[in-house]
C-alpha cells in the first residue's frame, strides 16, 4: 500500500465520505491524472490501519491488465487479508465461474468485511467487469472494492446508484477548496494573501498536481503574490506534466481535435462542429466521460471546457506547429460568434488573436458602436477593444478608437480619429455605409458633449441614418436611446417642449436591460417637461420610475437624477410643500452633473428663487436668477427664456409691473403662456385691465397647449378682472373653474399667490371652500399675504443653495475645515501641497457665496452638504 504524500493534506470532509463508502459495497474514485485519488485513499488506509482495520491495496502500472495476471494478484491480496480461498484451477470458463463462487462463499464467511483497493486497473471489458460484480452481489456484504481510476469501469453504475449501494468521488469533489489550497501553501513555508489563494485556487480548478507545481514555484519566487498571477500550464513542471500524463495518451487524431478548440474558452454546439468538424462533439463527451481535464458546463448539456492549464498548452503547442492555423481558427470562432449575435465573444477571440481590424468590424457592423459609447462592459467588450493598439489603420478601427476616446471624455482625441476616419473611408467599399453611419452617431455625441451648433442637425442625420437600418438597428435599441437622447437637448435648449417630449417618450421606449442610467436620466427629462406643463401627477410618476430604474442600474443612492429632483421639486412648490421642495432641491445639487446641464441649470436655479420667496427673500431670489442667466453655462436658448420670466415674475412680486412688462415684451409679448401670465399680473398692478384682459385671451387661446399653471392663473385674473367689473357671479364662475383645472394635479401655489381680492371670494365662499378642501391652508382667510421685502430676508442661508455643487475634492477639504485642521494639516491629511488646499477653499468660498471658512462651514451643513 502507498505511503501519503510527505506533504499531505489533512482533508475531513473526503475521508468522512470514503468512511461513508466504507459500508457499501462499492466506491468509485474517478477524476483525471494528478487529482489526488492515490494519496486520498493511501491516507484514508493508513487512518483505518492504524484503528486495525486493513485494507488489500494493488496497484497496476498498466492499464490493460489480462484477466489471467489480474485474478491470481486479486487472489494473492486477499488471501494476504485471511481469505481462506480456493486453489488453482484450469484456464477455463467453467472453472472461472467456479472460481468466483468459492471466493464469494469464501468472503461471506469473513467475520469482518474486506477492503480491497484496485488503483490504475480500468475494468474496462465485461470479463473483469462482471466478476468483479459476481463478487458484489454474492458475497453478502462482506467485499468492499474501492476503485482508483482515471476512466469508469464497465460496471452497472446505475444499478448500484439506484439501490444506493456506491459512494462516488470524483473531480468536482477532490478538487481544493480554498481552505484546503490555504494549508497546503502553509505547508510549502509559503505566505500570501487571502486574495492570492482565491485566485490560486480558482486558476488551478482545484486540481492536486496543479497546486503542488504552482506551490514549488510560490516557493522560488521573491514576490509569491505577483508569482501566482503569472502561473500557466505552458511551461514548467505543469506543461511536462501535462504532456506525459494528456496528450500523450490521445491518438493523433484527438490530440489535433483538442489543439483546434482550444482558441475559446468555452466550447457550445455549433461552434464545437465549426472548429473541429462534425464528430467534434461526440469525441468530446467521451474525453469528457474519460477524466481527460475536459469539464461539462453545468446546465448546458453539450457544453464543454478545459482546465486552464491544459488550455494554456494546447495554445502554445498551436501557435508553435501552426500560426497560420491558428489565425484561421480564431476568424472561423469570432465569425461564427458574430453570426450568433454574440458580440462580446466574436471581439474577445480577436482581440486573444491580436486581429484588431475583425474586432473592430464586428462592432462597427453590428452597430455596437453604442455599447462604446456609454460604457457598457458586462461582456469585456470595452476591456478588449482598449486593448487595440493607436496604429491600426482601419477605418473600423478609428471609428472603435473614436468611440472610446469619447467614453473617457477625450473630444480632442476622439476628434482625430474621426478625422482619420474620414480621410480612409473608401465610398465604394462594402462596409463605408455601416462605418459611416457609427462614425456619425460618434460625431453626434461629441458635438453634443462640446455644445457643437451643429448637435441639432447631427442628430436628425443620425435620426434618418436609423430608420434606413431599421433592421440591424432592431438589434441595438441603444442607439435610438442615445440619438434620441441628445435630440432632446437639443430641443429642449431651442424651446421645443413638445417636441422634446416626444423624443424623450420615443427613446423611454427604446431602452432595455442594461442602459438604465441613460434611460433613468431620460425618465428624468420627461418628469421636468411635465413639472413644467402642470403635470404634476405625471411627473411624479415618472421621477419614481427614474429613482427606480438608477437604483437598478446602481447609481449613487442620494435619489433619482437632478432633472428628476428638479422636477420633484417643483412638484412639491405647485403644491405648496415648501419642505419637500427644499429637500428635492439639496439632493439635486448634490449631483455635479446638474452644473453642466443649461436647462438644469436655468430650471434649479427658478425652483430655487421661489422657495426663496415663499420665505420673503425676494431680493435674494430676483439676485440668484438673474446669476443664473449670466452663468457661462446658460448662454442663451430657451434655459434663458424661463429665467428672464421669472425675473420679470419677482419684479412683480417686487411691485415694478413696468420693469416686468419690459423684460415681457423683450422675449415677445404674450407668446408663450407662462410670460403672457407674468405680463398679466403687471397689468393687473398697473390697474390696465384692457391689458389683463389682453394675457388672459392670449393663455385660454393656446387651450391644452398652455401649462396648467398658466391656464389656472389666466382663470384667476379673469376673476380679479370680473370682480373689477362688478360680476361677482362671472368671478366666482371663473375661481371654480380654476379650482377644477387644479384638483387633479394638487396644484395649490396660484392660490396662494392670487390676487388678494381673489382669495377673499375663495374664503369667503363657504361652498367653494368646502368642496376644495385638498386645497388645506392655501385658502386661509382670505388675508394672507407673501412677504415683500427690499432688503435682506433675514437669516436665509439654511434655504439658499449654490448654484454650483461642490466637487468631491472640495467637499472632502470642507469636511476638514469642519474639523478645524488648519490649512497644512488639510494638505498632510490629503498628500497636496498647501497651495492646492487654498485653491480649493477659495473655490468653496465662492461657491457658497461666503467670506470667511466658519461662515462656509455652517452653510454647508446648513445644505446637508455635510454632517451636522
Same mark, same amino acid.
Given at each position: ?603 434649479? *436655479?427658478? #425652483?430655487? =428663487? @421661489? !422657495? /426663496?420667496? $415663499? ?5 435674494? &431670489? ?5 446669476? +443664473? ?80 399653471? *398658466?391656464? #389656472?392663473? =389666466? @382663470? !384667476? /385674473?379673469? $376673476? ?5 367689473? &362688478? ?5 366666482? +364662475? ?86 478645524? !485642521? ?47
Amino acid at each position: 500500500m502507498p505511503r501519503p504524500p510527505r506533504r499531505y493534506v489533512e482533508r475531513p470532509r473526503l475521508s468522512k465520505r470514503l468512511d461513508s463508502g466504507a459500508e457499501l459495497p462499492l466506491t468509485l474514485v474517478s477524476a483525471p491524472a494528478g487529482s489526488g485519488k492515490t494519496a486520498l485513499v493511501a491516507a484514508w488506509a493508513a487512518q483505518r490501519a492504524a484503528a486495525g482495520h486493513s485494507t488489500a491495496w494493488l496497484t497496476f502500472e498498466e492499464q490493460d491488465v489480462p484477466a489471467a495476471r489480474f485474478w491470481p494478484q486479486v487472489l494473492e491480496a486477499l488471501r494476504r487479508q485471511g481469505v481462506v480461498l480456493p486453489g488453482a484451477r484450469d484456464d477455463t470458463a467453467g472453472a472461472h465461474s467456479q472460481m468466483l463462487t468459492e471466493l464469494a462463499t469464501a468472503l461471506a464467511k469473513q467475520a469482518d468485511p474486506v477492503t480491497l483497493v484496485l488503483d490504475g486497473y480500468e475494468l474496462a471489458t465485461a470479463g473483469d467487469s462482471s466478476g468483479i460484480d459476481f463478487l458484489l452481489r454474492h458475497s453478502d456484504q462482506r467485499l468492499h472494492v474501492l476503485i482508483l481510476t482515471r476512466v469508469d469501469p464497465v460496471l452497472p453504475l446505475h444499478r448500484y446508484r439506484l439501490a444506493g449501494l456506491v459512494t462516488e468521488v470524483r473531480m468536482a469533489d477532490l478538487a481544493f477548496t480554498e481552505e484546503e489550497t490555504a494549508r497546503l501553501v502553509q505547508q510549502s513555508g509559503v505566505s500570501i494573501s487571502s486574495d492570492s489563494i482565491a485566485a490560486l485556487t480558482r486558476r488551478t480548478r482545484g486540481w492536486a498536481v496543479g497546486l503542488r507545481f504552482a506551490t514549488m514555484c510560490l516557493e522560488s519566487s521573491d514576490d509569491p503574490d505577483a508569482a501566482v498571477t503569472q502561473l500557466a500550464g505552458d511551461n514548467g513542471n505543469i506543461a511536462e506534466y501535462l504532456t506525459a500524463e494528456v496528450l500523450r495518451t490521445q491518438s493523433a487524431k484527438v490530440r489535433t481535435l483538442l489543439l483546434r478548440t482550444s482558441v475559446v474558452d468555452v466550447l457550445q454546439p455549433g461552434l464545437i462542429e465549426e472548429l473541429g468538424g462534425p464528430s467534434a462533439g461526440r469525441t468530446l463527451a467521451s474525453l469528457a466521460a474519460g477524466n481527460v481535464l475536459v469539464e461539462h458546463l453545468p446546465d448546458h448539456p453539450g457544453w464543454y471546457r478545459y482546465h486552464p492549464f491544459l488550455r494554456d498548452l494546447l495554445r502554445a503547442e498551436l501557435a508553435h506547429e501552426s500560426p497560420r492555423l491558428r489565425r484561421q481558427l480564431h476568424k472561423k470562432a469570432g465569425d461564427w460568434y458574430a453570426r450568433q449575435g454574440l458580440l462580446e465573444s466574436a471581439v474577445g477571440v480577436a482581440s486573444a488573436a491580436e486581429a484588431w481590424s475583425d474586432a473592430s468590424a464586428y462592432v462597427v457592423e453590428h452597430l455596437a458602436i453604442g455599447e462604446v459609447l456609454l460604457g457598457k462592459d458586462s461582456g469585456g467588450l470595452d476591456r478588449d477593444l482598449r486593448k487595440m493598439p493607436s496604429d491600426i489603420e482601419d477605418p473600423a478601427a478609428g471609428v472603435v478608437r473614436a468611440a472610446l476616446a469619447l467614453a473617457d471624455r477625450d473630444t480632442a482625441r476622439c476628434a482625430n480619429e474621426l478625422e482619420r476616419v474620414s480621410a480612409s473611408l473608401v465610398p465604394e467599399a462594402d462596409n463605408d455605409h455601416t462605418v459611416e453611419l457609427a462614425a456619425g452617431i460618434v460625431q453626434t455625441v461629441r458635438s453634443c458633449v462640446v455644445d457643437d451648433p451643429r448637435t441639432g442637425m447631427l442628430a436628425d442625420r443620425a435620426e434618418q441614418e436609423l430608420l434606413r437600418h431599421q433592421e440591424k438597428v432592431a438589434a441595438h435599441p441603444e442607439l435610438t436611446l442615445l440619438v434620441q437622447a441628445i435630440k432632446t437637448r437639443c430641443l429642449l435648449y431651442d424651446g421645443e417642449i413638445a417636441r422634446a417630449r416626444a423624443a424623450l417618450a420615443a427613446a423611454v421606449g427604446a431602452a432595455t436591460p442594461g442602459y438604465e442610467s441613460l434611460a433613468a436620466t431620460c425618465l428624468g427629462y420627461l418628469a421636468l417637461i411635465d413639472s413644467y406643463q402642470g403635470s404634476l401627477r405625471g411627473a411624479y410618476e415618472w421621477a419614481a420610475q427614474s429613482a427606480a430604474l438608477a437604483e437598478r442600474a446602481g447609481l449613487p443612492a442620494d435619489g433619482p437624477p437632478p432633472a428628476a429632483e428638479i422636477a420633484l421639486a417643483r412638484v412639491s412648490i405647485e403644491r405648496d410643500d415648501l419642505r419637500a421642495g427644499q429637500e428635492h432641491v439639496r439632493a439635486a445639487m448634490r449631483s455635479y452633473d446638474a452644473c453642466d446641464e443649461p436647462v438644469l441649470q436655468a430650471q434649479s *436655479a427658478i #425652483v430655487q =428663487a @421661489r !422657495l /426663496l420667496q $415663499a420665505r420673503g427673500g425676494v431680493d435674494e &431670489a430676483l439676485a440668484l436668477v438673474e446669476a +443664473a442667466a449670466d452663468h457661462p453655462g446658460v448662454n442663451g436658448g430657451w434655459p434663458t427664456h424661463p429665467l428672464q420670466i421669472e425675473a420679470a415674475r419677482l419684479k412683480v412680486v417686487q411691485g415694478e409691473p413696468d420693469e416686468a412688462a419690459r423684460l415681457i415684451e423683450e422675449l415677445g409679448g404674450c407668446g408663450d403662456a407662462i410670460g403672457a401670465l407674468v405680463l398679466g399680473q403687471a397689468q393687473l398692478q398697473r390697474r390696465n385691465w384692457a391689458g389683463v384682459a389682453a394675457s388672459v385671451s392670449a393663455i385660454l387661446a393656446q387651450g391644452n397647449g398652455a401649462p396648467l399653471q *398658466a391656464t #389656472v392663473g =389666466a @382663470r !384667476l /385674473l379673469e $376673476a380679479a378682472h370680473e370682480l373689477h367689473r &362688478a360680476q361677482p357671479a362671472r368671478a366666482r +364662475a371663473a375661481l371654480n373653474r380654476a379650482l377644477q383645472l387644479a384638483e387633479p394635479e394638487e396644484l395649490r401655489r396660484p392660490f396662494v399667490e392670487a390676487p388678494a381680492a381673489v382669495r377673499q371670494l375663495l374664503a369667503a365662499g363657504t361652498d367653494l371652500a368646502g368642496r376644495n378642501g385638498w386645497l388645506g391652508s392655501a385658502i386661509g382667510d382670505g388675508r394672507r399675504t407673501l412677504p415683500v421685502r427690499n432688503g435682506p430676508a433675514g437669516d436665509l442661508s439654511h434655504l439658499e443653495p449654490h448654484i454650483e455643487p461642490l466637487t468631491a475634492k472640495e467637499t472632502e477639504v470642507l469636511g476638514h475645515l469642519s474639523e478645524l !485642521l488648519t490649512t497644512e494639516e488639510i494638505a498632510l491629511e490629503m498628500f497636496v501641497s498647501v497651495n492646492t488646499v487654498r485653491t480649493h477653499i477659495r473655490n468653496i468660498l465662492r461657491k457658497l457665496a461666503v467670506s470667511r471658512r466658519n461662515e462656509a462651514v455652517r452653510r454647508a451643513r446648513a445644505l446637508s452638504l455635510i454632517p451636522a
